[in-house]
């Protein structure tokens, strides 16, 4: 009797031993809703799967917190609570969760330049505790405003949307107006400074006259995209963003990265890092992959005719 | 054995086999290493070389890809076309960030970007650029690879369109070299990475090393593949950016200036040595055990008989010396025992004859110990009894009858001319006053005087039935049948007889006879020791009386008195009588001085010398005369003796005569009450005590006249002196008067003095003077003979003694032209003495040292030496031969007296010097070698006490 006992005791004290060895926690905050950001949160577990020892498991505590830099605050503090060894931060929740200096590291998935938002010394050795990747999300703008305008070629009135607190911004737009500006084409900036104020913004651009829209991707921007897609459609203006999802969502084109991919690459990080490297001494990395997504049926709506040199150029028609 | 043999068979075994595995795994661990060495390392090259295949034919299809577009006709396509083919040209190859097409005057033309607006005919001239110049002379151009944002690494290339074409530029992400590298597979844990020309790292499979710009130069093969490109550097051992161990290899791409390695963990590259050595080890343990088996079963088969065998031996050891091994290995070893078990037979045998040897040599022994036993109690007695033969003939007798398994025992010893009975054994008392009262003599008639005669063993078989055996009688009486006499002999005299008899008929064997031959000696022995003992006590005896007398000799040199007693009281104690005397004779008569005893003396009468008494005769004849018994004596002839005899009951008499110078002062007279001669040792004590009576006599006598005539001589010697004071006194008074006269005539105090009168006195004066010197020397001789000189003590100073003697001899000397000088050291102490004496000491020697040298110097030395003044004086006058230094101390002694008599001189003034130092309690010497000076040294205390005696 006792002899099972102590074998039973002995049996539990070893698999305990063993489940403790092998999961480890890591926290996730996003600033969307669950639904917007599941697939790229599919992808990043997918990336968590791939890069995980074979026996070892991964627990992901997942805060989607829509609150202000405070509510990040405190998702940080209920994650160490709960125990996690790192955090991963979604791209605008990285400025906040980064600030708030927690005590495991953090890996970011974040859209703008992290050298410029002073959460690291540089791509290659960003020297604090929070690595990751970066979404070059704003770089590739002029590129977006060159398909617009194979997309249009009589369009010279270009209108760009930002989120008026994301870093880095104002290089890449000044920047964005240099470039085009020698195509001939006159750029005009609105800055949304919440996302309440929008939909006057849009309407204003349109009013202005402008001919497309230029969503600048950023969390908040997504979120909103179908709402801004059909204020825009409904007065024939495209919209062309960085995100495969707006063109889903309606917009005429989008060009970026391909998020699947990064935030698969986010999975890699988060192991690297449990694995026991320094976020100081792992650098940043930027995509090498970008698609190019064309939405058909927009252009029909919309009475277009996409040259076939831009889509032979698509990594993805929506017929 | 044990199980020593057992192990170390196996032991050898082992370790044998162990060995050979040993020295086959190491040769074969040496070769597979350099061969495994070899391999990985060539291995790892071709892997290198591989390796950098695919990395060149990575960007070589890129080359291609661009090279399929760039066409020479292809620059005049419309622009739409160009853009296109440059779109798809990126669809297929992602690694292209951006196209740019120069036409043929190098002007830009078309740029297509994946990140940037795309530009047509800008038109920027880039005919200088390096991508443009570099692929118009070569068709192909590569840039040096550039990291965006410091971190993602970069190359640019340019492919020339044809010969009159114009150049497209591709931007190439190296990233997606990361594909490649990422794949190439070298072992298990190996990889592949890619070193750009400055040693930045260009393509890693961990990306993040590649971004962060990874300096790979301090990696020591790295910087020694950067340092010699163009040598083959050979592949080796280093370590990796982690610290592990590597086995390293590289390639390099020309086109591209790259280095691509190939490592691989020296662990893993070695896998296969290991691998080698634990099947060597399993296959050594497996050879051990064998071994193991293999020995301790050869050990088995080889022990096992050999206990059997050790078995079989102790059992034999045991005494079981019938045992018999059984081993049938058909070997040595079966030899060995059979071996064996021959030895045990013939031990068997050996052993069966030895106990009866053992046993006759045991009742041997038991016999031997016996007689040890009986010899060793004979000598035990002797040694008890050095005085009384007595007991040891008892001894002897008892012992030879029990030995030699007699009857009876008996000892006869040789005695007033026969043998007669001495000592007995087992003999009834009845027979045995029979024998004792039997004297034998040497002759045939009885078995005693039969071995007397004889001087050997003799045996007689059967005494009763024997027809020449004499004493029937005794045998008869005895009931004794066989008898045997063992002669007792020393230095050829037969002294006694043993013998021994037996009551029935068997003849003494001869080991029997060689016993009692054995007692007979023992017994000769014994008698020999009382012999010698008796001898050496009288000996002794003698000695001490001799010696006691002449103690008192030497004890009363002027009275003769005691020692006539000693003489009379030792002649008594030794010369077996019990009274002495001693007669001294005077003139015609005899003086009886001296008696001790219990008879009758008369001490100080005198009876007349004459030949009629015992004394007389002796003392007239000179010679000693003994009466063994007076009534023997011749009446008309000893006349006195009888007379004296009769008075004072005397029967014996022996007088020896007191001997000096030819005549007899005296005679010892030793009387006895009954007849008997004295012992010729007693008559030559006798005599030893009246030669020591005459030595006492006359030595008294010497001793007395010696006082009285050195007593006269004392009394005639003070005379003399005394008679010199008194005349060395008369004689000055007048000579004074003489000098003085003669001085005044001589200084014309009496008117002038004719010339040669003037010569005449001036002799007068100095006779005179000579003659007072010599007067004043023997006066003081005289005094201190006769006692008289009496030291003055007072306090002296040396200096000043020596200043004194030195002025006054100045003039001498320098007559003479001596050097006269003194060393006196300052600070001498004051002494005390007789200061004018010792002057005149010092200035007699200065005075005969100038006297005495004609050249050179004379010298007074002063010295302190030892609570002394050491005064010396050194001349180099003619020197003192060591026979004459002696003498000159002695009174009218000079050396050579032809010489001194020209120097004058009384001869007394070295006598009278000695005298006065000697008084002061010191000493003169003198030392010196003829010809070359003396030095006469006087020692006097410091502080002297007059020595009064000294003189005389």
């Known amino acids: 009797m006792k002899r099972r006992e102590l074998i039973a005791i002995g049996g539990a004290a070893l698999v305990s031993a063993r489940a403790h060895a092998a999961e480890r926690v890591v926290g996730w905050i996003s600033p969307e809703p669950r639904e917007t950001i599941g697939p790229f949160f599919k992808a990043f577990q997918a990336g968590l799967q791939a890069n995980t020892p074979a026996g070892d498991t991964v627990r992901v505590i997942e805060r989607h917190v829509t609150g202000g830099p405070e509510a990040m605050s405190q998702a940080v503090a209920e994650l160490q609570k709960e125990g996690v060894k790192l955090i991963v931060a979604q791209g605008a929740a990285t400025l906040p969760v980064v600030r708030a200096k927690p005590a495991v590291p953090v890996v970011f998935a974040y859209s703008g330049d992290p050298v410029v938002a002073g959460i690291a010394q540089s791509f290659a050795r960003p020297g604090g505790d929070a690595t990751g990747m970066s979404f070059m999300s704003l770089e590739l703008n002029p590129k977006r405003i060159d398909l617009v305008r194979i997309a249009l070629p009589e369009c010279r009135k270009v209108a760009l949307l930002s989120n008026a607190r994301h870093a880095g911004e104002e290089n890449e737009i000044t920047a964005t107006q240099r470039a085009v500006e020698r195509a001939g084409i006159e750029l005009a900036v609105w800055r949304s400074q919440n996302p309440a104020e929008t939909p006057s913004v849009v309407g204003q651009a349109l009013d202005a006259g402008a001919q497309a829209l230029v969503v600048l991707p950023s969390s908040p921007m997504v979120q909103q995209a179908s709402a801004i897609v059909s204020q825009c459609l409904a007065r024939k203006v495209p919209v062309v963003s960085g995100w495969a999802s707006v063109a889903r969502a309606g917009a005429l084109l989008t060009y970026g990265p391909n998020l699947n991919e990064t935030y698969k690459r986010v999975g890699w990080f988060v192991m690297r890092v449990l694995g026991g490297a320094q976020p100081a001494s792992l650098p940043i990395e930027q995509p090498t992959v970008f698609e190019l997504v064309i939405n058909k049926k927009t252009a029909n709506t919309l009475g277009l005719t996409l040259p076939v040199s831009l889509l032979a150029q698509a990594d993805e028609v929506i017929e | ?952």
């Not at chain 2, 070899?38 to 080359?63: G, H, T």
């Not at chain 2, 790292?201 to 790979?216: E, Q, Y």
């Not at chain 2, 002999?489 to 006879?513: A, N, P």
């Not at chain 2, 001498?828 to 002057?839: F, K, M, V, Y």
């Open chain 2, 1 to 952: 054995m044990k199980r020593g043999l057992f192990l170390k068979y196996v032991v050898l075994f082992v370790g044998l086999v162990t060995a050979v595995l040993v020295i086959n795994v190491a040769l074969d661990l040496y070769f597979v290493y350099q061969e495994n060495r070899r391999a990985s390392i060539e291995v790892q090259q071709e892997k290198a070389e591989a390796a950098a295949q695919r990395i060149e034919s990575f960007v070589r299809e890129i080359e291609r890809q661009i090279g399929w577009v760039a066409q020479a006709q292809w620059a005049d396509l419309p622009v739409d076309q160009r853009r296109f083919d440059y779109v798809r040209l990126q669809r297929q190859v992602p690694a292209i960030t951006e196209l740019i097409q120069l036409d043929r005057q190098g002007r830009e033309q078309l740029k297509v970007s994946r990140l940037n607006m795309d530009v047509v005919g800008s038109g920027t001239d880039l005919s200088k650029e390096p991508p443009f110049v570099g692929a118009i002379a070569d068709g192909v151009w590569f840039g040096p690879v550039y990291f965006r944002k410091e971190s993602e690494p970069y190359m640019t290339m340019a492919v020339a369109h044809g010969r009159r074409g114009g150049v497209t530029v591709a931007d190439v992400n190296l990233k997606f070299i990361w594909d490649v590298v990422s794949q190439i597979k070298v072992g298990k844990d190996g990889y592949a990475y890619v070193v750009g020309p400055q040693g930045r790292l260009v393509a890693h499979p961990d990306i993040s090393l590649v971004l962060r710009g990874t300096d790979m130069k301090r990696l020591p093969q790295v910087a020694a593949a950067l340092a010699a490109p163009d040598k083959d550097v050979p592949v080796g051992d280093s370590i990796n950016l982690a610290g592990v161990s590597v086995l390293s290899a590289h390639a390099d791409i020309p086109a591209l200036k790259w280095l691509v390695f190939v490592e691989v963990p020296t662990r893993e590259a070695q896998q296969p040595v290991i691998n080698t050595g634990l099947r060597a080890l399993a296959l050594l343990v497996l050879g051990l055990l064998i071994a193991a088996g293999a020995g301790a079963l050869l050990a088995r088969r080889m022990v096992v008989p050999i206990r059997a065998m050790q078995a079989g031996a102790e059992r034999i050891g045991s005494g079981e010396l019938s045992h018999r091994l059984t081993i049938k290995t058909g070997d040595e070893l079966e030899a060995l025992a059979n071996q064996f078990n021959r030895s045990a037979a013939a031990l068997e045998e050996s052993y069966a004859t030895l106990e009866q040897r053992v046993e006759d040599r045991t009742r041997e022994l038991q016999e031997s110990l016996e007689q040890q036993t009986a010899t060793a109690g004979i000598l035990r007695v002797i040694s008890q009894s050095p005085t009384d033969v007595e007991p040891v003939l008892q001894s002897v007798a008892d012992a030879a009858a029990g030995l030699c398994r007699a009857d009876e025992a008996a000892v006869f010893l040789f005695k007033d001319g026969a043998y007669r009975w001495a000592a007995s054994a087992h003999i009834a008392s009845t027979y045995v006053d029979v024998v004792k009262g039997e004297a034998f003599t040497p002759g045939n008639d009885s078995l005693v005087g039969r071995t007397a005669l004889q001087g050997t063993v003799v045996q007689i078989e059967d005494a009763p039935n024997d027809p020449e055996y004499g004493r029937r009688d005794l045998a008869q009486l005895g009931g004794a049948h066989t008898l045997i006499g063992i002669p007792l002999q020393r230095e050829g005299d037969t002294i006694g007889v043993m013998v021994l008899t037996r009551r029935y008929v068997e003849r003494f064997s001869d080991q029997h006879i060689e016993i009692l031959k054995v007692f007979a000696d023992q017994a000769v022995i014994a008698i020999q020791n009382v012999r010698l003992f008796t001898e050496l006590r009288e000996s002794l005896e003698q000695q001490t009386a001799t010696a006691e007398v002449l103690r008192v000799i030497s004890q009363s040199p002027t009275d003769v008195q005691p020692v006539l007693r000693a003489v009379v009281g030792a002649a008594r104690r030794f010369c077996g009588a019990d009274d002495a005397m001693i007669v001294l004779c005077d003139n015609d008569d005899q003086l009886m001085a001296t008696h001790e005893g219990s008879m009758p003396a008369l001490v100080g009468t005198r009876i007349p010398l004459d030949r009629s008494s015992t004394t007389g005769r002796a003392a007239l004849d000179r010679q000693t005369i003994h009466v063994p018994d007076v009534a023997l004596l011749d009446p008309s002839e000893h006349a006195q003796t009888i007379e004296l005899a009769e008075k004072t009951k005397v029967r014996a008499l022996l007088a020896a005569p007191m001997l000096r110078e030819g005549g007899a002062i005296g005679c010892v007279l030793l009387r006895k009450p009954e007849a008997g001669a004295f012992t010729s040792r007693q008559i030559g004590l006798l005599e030893t005590f009246a030669a020591q009576a005459v030595i006492a006599i006359e030595n008294v006598r010497l001793f007395t006249e010696i006082q009285e005539k050195s007593h006269q001589l004392e009394v005639a010697s003070q005379h003399k002196s005394q008679f010199l004071a008194n005349m060395s006194h008369e004689l000055r008074t007048p000579l004074n008067a003489i000098i003085g006269y003669t001085e005044m005539m001589a200084d014309g105090l009496y008117g002038d003095v004719p010339e040669k009168a003037t010569a005449v006195l001036e002799r007068v004066q100095a006779n005179g003077r000579h003659l007072l010197g010599l007067i004043n020397d023997v006066l003081d001789l005289s005094k201190i003979e006769a006692g008289q000189l009496v030291l003055a003590m007072e306090e002296y100073s040396v200096a000043d003694m020596v200043a004194t003697v030195l002025s006054a001899t100045e003039s001498l000397a320098r007559t003479k032209g001596l050097t006269l000088g003194s060393d006196v050291p300052a600070g001498l102490p004051t002494g005390t003495g007789d200061a004018r004496r010792l002057t005149q000491v010092l200035l007699n020697l200065v005075g005969n040292a100038i006297k005495f040298t004609d050249r050179g110097s004379v010298e007074v030395r002063a010295a302190e030496v030892d609570g002394r003044f050491e005064l010396s004086v050194v001349d180099t006058g003619f020197g003192i031969a060591p026979e004459d230094q002696a003498k000159i101390f002695e009174e009218f002694q000079q050396v050579d007296n032809t010489s001194t008599r020209k120097k004058g001189g009384t001869g007394l003034g070295l006598s009278i010097s000695r005298r006065i130092v000697e008084l002061h309690g010191g000493r003169i010497t003198v030392e010196s070698d003829v010809g070359k000076g003396s030095t006469f040294k006087v020692t006097v205390p410091i502080n002297a006490s007059a020595i009064k005696e000294a003189a005389q």
